[in-house]
Nanobody, 128 residues
Framework: VQLQASGGGLVQTGSSLRLSCAAS????????IAWFRQAPGKEREFVAA????????WYSNSVKGRFTVSRDNAKNTVYLQMNSLETADTAVYYC??????????????????????WGQGTLVTVSS
C-alpha cells in the first residue's frame, strides 16, 4: 500500500485542521493506520492510531480529547481531525500502516518501527 498525507498548513493557536491519509493499492481495510509527528530536533512520536475496521482508536496523552482519528475504507482514507491546536503541535505529521496487530502492546503500537508503510509527511505549523 502507498500512503500520502495531506492537509497541513499554518494556523493560529486554538484553530482546527483536518489531515488526510490517502491510500492506493488493494486491501486498505486490512491495514491498521497510525499518525506520527516529528518536530525539529525531536524524535518521531506517536499521535494516534485506528484499527483496520475503524472500531478501535488510540491516542497519545498529549492529544487525547483534542484530536480524533477516523477512517473511510470505501474512500481508502484515514483522517486526523485536530482541534484546539497548540504551538506544541507544530511538526511534520506522517501516516503509517501495518497489517500486524497493534491492539495488544502499547510499546509495539507506538513505535515507528512497527509500521511498514509511510506517507511523505505534511507540515503543521501552529503560531501564537
Amino acid at each position: 500500500v502507498q500512503l500520502q498525507a495531506s492537509g497541513g498548513g499554518l494556523v493560529q493557536t486554538g484553530s482546527s485542521l483536518r489531515l488526510s491519509c490517502a491510500a492506493s493499492g488493494s486491501n486498505f481495510d486490512t491495514y491498521n493506520i497510525a499518525w506520527f509527528r516529528q518536530a525539529p530536533g525531536k524524535e518521531r512520536e506517536f499521535v494516534a492510531a485506528i484499527s483496520f475496521s475503524g472500531r478501535v482508536t488510540w491516542y497519545s496523552n498529549s492529544v487525547k480529547g483534542r484530536f480524533t482519528v477516523s477512517r473511510d475504507n470505501a474512500k481508502n482514507t484515514v483522517y486526523l481531525q485536530m482541534n484546539s491546536l497548540e504551538t506544541a503541535d507544530t511538526a511534520v505529521y506522517y501516516c503509517a500502516g501495518t497489517k500486524t496487530p497493534i491492539s495488544v502492546s502499547l510499546r509495539h503500537r507506538t513505535s515507528p518501527r512497527s509500521y511498514d508503510y509511510w506517507g511523505q509527511g505534511t507540515l503543521v505549523t501552529v503560531s501564537s
